[in-house]
């Protein structure tokens, strides 16, 4: 809002506007080294910030991965032991109708 009453017109605000862009012009070199510098700075900060994201991420996705593989594995193991228990119990099935089958026919004159 200053800078608007300040410089009231387009001619005053253009007059403003050349003033700050010599004034950036005119920096000392050990100014313009401090700006590089501080400005790579915070892009290096930046770009740290994004590295420790994705490995944070990459973790994350490595356990979600592990978890998914040992639960994979457990529902494996519960339905191999399933099979075999079924495979077990048609066994059973298969030799008590056997044993029903002499049976009778041993009871049958």
Same mark, same amino acid.
């Given at each position: 809002? &200053?800078?608007? /009453?300040?410089?009231?017109?387009? &001619?005053?605000?253009?007059?403003?506007?050349?003033?700050?862009?010599?004034?950036?012009?005119?920096?000392?070199? $050990? !100014? %313009?080294?401090? =700006?590089?510098?501080?400005?790579? @700075?915070? !892009?290096?900060?930046?770009?740290?910030?994004? +590295?420790? #994201? @994705?490995? &944070?991420?990459?973790?994350?996705?490595?356990? /979600?991965? =592990?978890?998914?593989?040992?639960?994979?594995?457990?529902?494996?193991?519960?339905?191999?032991? +399933? @099979?075999?228990?079924?495979?077990?119990?048609? /066994? %059973?099935?298969? #030799?008590?109708? &056997?044993?029903?089958?002499?049976?009778?026919?041993?009871? $049958?004159?």
């Amino acid at each position: 809002m &200053k800078l608007a /009453v300040d410089c009231g017109t387009s &001619k005053e605000l253009l007059e403003y506007d050349k003033k700050c862009s010599s004034r950036v012009e005119n920096l000392s070199p $050990s !100014e %313009k080294s401090l =700006t590089w510098r501080l400005a790579l @700075e915070y !892009e290096n900060a930046r770009l740290m910030q994004l +590295l420790d #994201d @994705e490995r &944070k991420a990459l973790h994350d996705e490595e356990v /979600v991965r =592990t978890l998914a593989t040992r639960m994979f594995e457990e529902e494996r193991q519960i339905r191999e032991n +399933l @099979e075999a228990k079924l495979n077990e119990l048609m /066994v %059973k099935e298969k #030799d008590r109708t &056997k044993e029903e089958s002499k049976n009778q026919n041993e009871n $049958s004159p």
